[in-house]
């Protein structure tokens, strides 16, 4: 396995849950380690991820 640094963005969806957000990595085939929110705008949240590929 290898751990690869990635920034995505997610929909701002007005509720930034833990469910809500891995849900919307695992829909862009993200398998996390960790992740943070590291920006919010009006529409958009920055997520800095730990991804770990096969």
């Known amino acids: 396995m290898q751990v690869v640094s990635e920034l995505v963005e997610i929909k ?25 929110v590291v920006d919010v705008s009006d529409t958009m949240y920055k997520v800095s991820v730990a991804n770990l590929k096969e």
């Open 12 to 36: 701002n969806n007005g509720n930034p849950t833990t469910e809500y957000i891995e849900q919307e990595l695992t829909k862009l085939n993200i398998n996390p380690l960790r992740w943070a």
